[in-house]
């Protein structure tokens, strides 16, 4: 997403990293390699190891090692042999629903635990903490990997628990990008959100608010300020950009979407900077003060500006220095035999548009978990083939006038066509040399959200004059599906 002003312009609020680069920088091992005989040690007769099932190791709890665990099960693996160990609290769960259902105000039925634990984001079985204990994995939860050997393939966790591994999987996600405490950035009263104890301090706080302040024109800022107004609070959201999701939306796309929050009552102040935040006589933040020297009242902040793969136990596998993260090959295999990396941390190669990137999403952190260990455990040896896919779905809670939910697949480079009047549909394409590269669609039918997937992977010829001469949106898309149908028969 460096010279990427003409590519997927998605670096920081979508979170899609990708330089323009077709080779990985470190050499990995060939694809025809036996994992198994990366199983060298982890049979130890030994009282000096925390964990008893020593085979497979997953360091994180995040969506990526749900959709793992499942996959370890799947395939008969897992009993006895896997261990996940966690800086959280919670056996792993469906991350999106921190800034979308969870904030929902208190009377609007909020999701909350135990009912998005992985994997009932895509359909599966929900993974409560008994799942994992009738599975036979055994979780070591609140205690996060701060070092790792490689020679003696070993993890050691904060309370200094020692702990062995025959593979091992990192799937440590991303910490949230926050502001320095020298201009306020770790007041009461400050958020950030990554996890759920993030959610309901913020929840907390939300109980008392009264002027709310979103920092952060993204995705992140974007669905925590549709949750505020459902709370009734006096909400803006600020950003140094000129326009909402720059890194995605068209101008007219995010005037749109501007203009609809406006009508929830969402205030925004644009293409400013902050000097730092401010605080009462209690020490809790009271405002925001500007570049310019003004102030901004604010009892509730909220920071939303990106997230760093946490990734610096793990240094010594090989970090990719351009869009961060550890580097892995197509099969997620890092640098080093037996140690593998999925979900938001890893830098792998995107195969379809023939360069590196790494993708903070939960759709690709549920498929690269699942592709991990499928290769892991049996012969698989066909490469990640991911195609970049974001949405978003803001305005659910119960009363609110209208709900949003809109999906982009593909990537976001050349011309665009705009069809459709935002009552409630709007498509927009984005055409390079006459080939369809990605589409994003609002308020679409389930068989129209079918079908973006499709056109984006196809990347059919298409006629962009034609497009353009498309009534509606249904019109449109009919448009594209042909160029696919065309093409096929060719």
């Known amino acids: 997403m460096a010279s990427l002003s003409n590519s997927l312009q998605l670096k920081h609020g979508l979170a ?7 080779s990985l920088t470190r050499p990995h091992p060939s694809s025809s390699i036996r994992f198994r005989s990366f199983h060298r040690n982890f049979v130890v007769a030994s009282s000096s190891f925390s964990n008893d099932n020593r085979e497979f190791v997953i360091v994180g709890g995040g969506n990526a090692a749900g959709y793992a665990a499942r996959t370890f099960v799947e395939h008969g693996m897992a009993d006895g042999r896997l261990c996940i160990v966690s800086k959280e609290a919670y056996a792993p769960y469906e991350r999106p629903a921190l800034t979308k259902g969870y904030l929902f105000p208190l009377d609007t039925k909020p ?3 135990p009912g998005f634990h992985t994997c009932v984001g895509s359909g599966g079985e929900r993974q409560t903490p008994e799942w994992y204990k009738e599975k036979g994995i055994e979780m070591i939860y609140e205690d ?6 490689t020679e003696k393939q070993t993890l050691t966790t904060n309370s200094g628990k020692l702990l062995k591994y025959g593979s091992l999987i990192i799937s440590t996600v991303c910490t949230a990008s926050r502001f320095p405490g020298k201009i306020g950035g770790n007041l009461p009263g400050v958020h950030y959100i990554r996890d759920v104890a993030d959610a309901d301090s913020l929840i907390s706080s939300l109980e008392k608010a009264q002027k709310v302040v979103i920092v952060g024109g993204d995705y992140i800022g974007m669905e925590v ?3 505020a107004v459902g709370w009734k609070l006096d909400t803006m959201i600020i950003f140094p950009e000129n326009q909402l999701l720059q890194r995605l939306f068209t101008p007219s796309l995010a005037q749109r979407y501007e203009e609809l929050y406006k009508e929830n009552g969402v205030k925004f102040l644009k293409g400013v900077s902050i000097k730092n935040l401010e605080a009462g006589s209690d020490g809790r933040v009271t405002a925001v003060k500007l570049g310019d020297g003004s102030t901004i009242e604010a009892d509730t902040i909220i920071i939303g500006i990106g997230a760093k793969p946490a990734v610096s136990p793990f240094e010594v596998v090989g970090l990719n220095d351009t869009v961060g993260g550890i580097q892995v090959d197509g099969l997620f295999r890092t640098s080093v035999p037996g140690i593998f990396a999925v979900g938001d941390v890893a830098a792998f190669p995107l195969k379809m548009y023939d360069r590196v990137a790494r993708v903070e999403h939960v759709d690709h952190a549920r498929q ?3 592709h991990c260990v499928k290769a892991l455990l049996s012969a698989q040896t066909h490469t990640y083939d991911y195609l970049p896919y974001f949405y978003s779905r803001v305005f659910e809670y119960e009363g609110s006038p209208r709900k949003v939910w809109w999906q982009f697949f593909g990537d976001n480079v050349g011309e665009t066509v705009e069809i459709g009047n935002f009552d409630p549909k709007v498509a927009t394409f984005w055409i390079d040399s006459g080939k369809l590269k990605g589409v994003l669609l609002e308020s679409g039918s389930a068989e129209e959200f079918k079908l973006l997937p499709e056109l984006a992977r ?8 034609i497009l353009q001469k498309a009534s509606s949106v249904e019109e449109a898309l009919e448009i594209a599906k042909a160029s696919v149908l065309v093409e096929q028969k060719a």
């Open 16 to 22: 899609l990293w990708c330089p323009h680069s077709s």
């Open 111 to 113: 999701a909350r635990l």
């Open 144 to 149: 996060p990997v701060i070092s790792i050997d």
């Open 225 to 227: 300020a549709a949750a």
């Open 368 to 370: 690269s978990a699942q």
């Open 458 to 465: 196809s990347q059919p010829s298409i006629d962009k004059a």
